[in-house]
């Protein structure tokens, strides 16, 4: 059986060397479904509590919104850094409170100190959906991502590895320990 939720992104990107319009800075509102999939849960009758499905996300995936995100070899990366070290907000500013944690993959570079996103491929819908689900693939047991901005919509399966454990009074998943995170339940 499958859970299912959305998160809502808000962020400026363009296509750096590609011939039409998304080669200009712009800005989309995308939406983003992650699917996962397990046994149900009897202790709490469901797969995976969708809320925390969203925290779990979340967690990381708010360093894409209200961000920039360009590719690493965009010429517009320095310039915008060397803005934001002229205007002193490239370290952040007390009034940036909606940050994650930092994060570097082969595929992406979170920098939420300054709301920018650096990744390896041009941030299509498509490339979305890969950088999610390399963040998030040993948090959750997706099925399915789909990612919608603009005009664009990309969708993907992958194969689920296992059954996570998870604990029987709030449905998350355990820490490596057999702790639910949440309410400090035990694994029986």
Not at 85 to 91: A, D, L
Not at 120 to 134: L, R
Not at 136 to 156: E, P, Q, R, Y
């Amino acid at each position: 059986m499958r859970s299912l939720t959305t998160l809502h992104l808000q962020y400026a990107h363009r296509f750096y060397n590609f011939k039409g319009e998304a080669q200009y800075l712009h800005g989309h509102t995308g939406t983003l479904t992650i699917e996962v999939e397990d046994s149900i849960n009897t202790g709490v009758n469901m797969i995976f509590p969708c809320n925390e499905i969203k925290k779990t996300a979340w967690h990381v995936l708010q360093n894409f919104d209200h961000a920039l995100i360009l590719r690493k070899d965009d010429p517009l990366l320095p310039a915008i850094l060397q803005v934001y070290e002229k205007q002193n907000i490239r370290n952040g500013t007390p009034t940036n409170t909606m940050t994650g944690p930092a994060f570097h993959t082969g595929l992406a570079t979170a920098y939420p100190d300054c709301r920018l996103v650096v990744t390896k491929e041009t941030m299509t819908a498509e490339g979305m959906i890969k950088i999610v689900y390399d963040l998030l693939k040993d948090k959750l047991n997706i099925v399915k991502l789909t990612f919608v901005s603009g005009d664009n919509t990309a969708s993907c399966c992958f194969p689920v590895n296992g059954s996570m454990e998870r604990c029987p009074c709030c449905g998350i998943a355990l820490d490596s320990n057999g702790v639910c995170p949440k309410c400090g339940c035990k694994k029986a």
